[in-house]
């Protein structure tokens, strides 16, 4: 992944993965993207992504042994997010979220989920406790004031 973008999409992707509708242009995105498949890595090669294989397990244990092996692949950026590889959402969506992400300061973001069913808030907004409560342990502080977007 090239160096100097400060956002990551983490994304466990399977045969019918809709990845594609928001990879943007590698050329300007603001973020890198690692497809870590759970099928074979074959039928994803060439994306513009890293692409992992991740067939030995599900998401959540996957991501938890990466954090634990590479972290430094992980601190490196300011912000990461973890989407279902079933979400629909476009390149210029994402743009908009990184940037809400960061113009609020937030510790955790999930698009899509409105919170207190409040259909006027487009990104669930919580504090730093509730995160940890979500997440229980993937959500982590990165340092230097980076945050895990879970």
């Not at 242009?25 to 870590?36: F, G, M």
């Not at 244990?61 to 972290?71: D, I, S």
């Not at 989920?113 to 342990?137: Q, S």
Request: glycine content about 8%.
């Amino acid at each position: 992944m090239p160096a100097g973008r400060r956002n990551l999409v983490f994304c466990r992707a399977g045969e019918a993965s809709l990845h594609r509708g928001w990879m943007g242009d590698p050329a300007t995105r603001s973020y890198d993207v690692w497809l870590d498949c759970y099928c074979d890595p074959a039928r994803w090669a060439g994306e513009p992504a890293r692409v992992t294989d991740g067939r030995e397990t599900t998401k959540w244990p996957r991501l938890a042994r990466l954090l634990a092996g590479e972290p430094e692949v992980f601190e490196r950026y300011d912000a990461i997010w973890l989407p279902d590889d079933d979400l629909v959402i476009d390149a210029a969506s994402l743009e908009a979220f990184f940037d809400l992400f960061r113009r609020h300061r937030l510790a955790l973001a999930a698009p899509g989920y409105p919170r207190f069913d409040r259909d006027e808030l487009p990104v669930m907004l919580v504090t730093w406790p509730e995160a940890d409560t979500y997440c229980r342990g993937l959500t982590r502080r990165l340092g230097q004031g980076r945050e895990l977007i879970c």
